[in-house]
């Protein structure tokens, strides 16, 4: 984040802070902006240095979610960690830091850094996947160390275009699901994306999972209370958590995280509309906080 100068604590300080404003295509605030692909300007600046509160769409870019931060304190949704801890990657070095559980990974920035020999020393199977994507693509299962040659192209591929960064997962038997859980503001909702079968490893509806709500409260307190500890720890206030338990995990008391997605599904919510209808009462609650 760019440092502040003197003269943007001066404006800051003697320019009164009065107006919501918005650059979210539904939320409204005082004053309604859309940056879509056009550089920050000078309207742009001269409204956040009077915001009180900002609101920013889930296709915020980092140049507008640290300007909007520079210039006002109060900003929706808290991205920190998503453009601190870039791509699922950087997801995994979050896990890390906080010390929460995962399945166990190994994590690469380009190609270069893993060599050759690293792919005959897994044990099998295992998951690799791109730090870039979403919807189950670029998420591939290997079960031996010749499945990685095919893989390996595909990633020099997604690197030569500028998406470099890939894992390497421990496969986790889960019996063909995971729990989604979303945060919005200071409401969570859970729902399983529940795979074709039970060794299924991508549960995206996208990939033919199907959506089920739980029935076993064990499952759905571990997991509420394993995502609480992360969002207290981060600030994050808008994102869809993956979170498995092993098979193995009889009691149901130990989940583990897959990964955070800032852009996610709404058809386990009630679909795009009732997304909005919690979205809109988040960002009431938020604006009320303020003083």
């Not at 870039?86 to 270069?112: A, E, N």
């Amino acid at each position: 984040m760019p440092a502040r100068t003197e003269i943007d604590f001066l404006c800051s300080m003697t320019v009164r802070r009065s107006v919501v404003v918005s650059y979210h295509p539904v939320i409204e605030g005082d004053v309604n902006l859309i940056l879509a692909d056009r550089s920050i300007g000078e309207e742009d600046i001269y409204w956040l240095r009077r915001a009180k509160a900002v609101i920013l769409p889930q296709g915020c870019r980092p140049e507008l979610y640290f300007t909007a931060l520079r210039y006002c304190p109060n900003v929706f949704p808290d991205y920190r960690a998503r453009f601190l801890y870039p791509g699922k990657t950087g997801q995994i070095r979050l896990f890390r830091l906080l010390g929460v559980p995962h399945p166990k990974s190994r994590i690469f920035g380009s190609l270069s850094l893993c060599p050759k020999w690293f792919w005959r020393g897994l044990e099998y199977p295992v998951v690799v996947k791109s730090s870039w994507g979403g919807e189950g693509s670029n998420v591939y299962l290997l079960k031996s160390p010749d499945d990685a040659d095919k893989i390996l192209e595909e990633l020099y591929r997604m690197e030569r275009a500028g998406w470099p960064g890939f894992l390497v997962q421990d496969y986790v038997e889960a019996e063909g699901r995971d729990l989604r859980v979303v945060v919005v503001g200071h409401e969570f909702f859970c729902y399983w994306r529940v795979g074709r079968s039970e060794t299924e490893f991508r549960y995206n509806l996208a990939c033919g999972s199907r959506i089920e709500y739980p029935a076993d409260r064990r499952e759905v307190i571990s997991a509420y209370n394993l995502v609480s500890y992360l969002v207290r720890r981060t600030g994050i206030n808008l994102a869809g958590f993956d979170i498995i338990f092993s098979q193995k995990d009889l009691e149901r008391r130990n989940p583990l995280f897959l990964e955070i997605n800032y852009f996610f599904g709404r058809t386990g919510l009630g679909g795009n509309q009732k997304y909005y209808e919690i979205l809109q009462r988040a960002v009431d609650r938020w604006l009320s906080s303020i003083p």
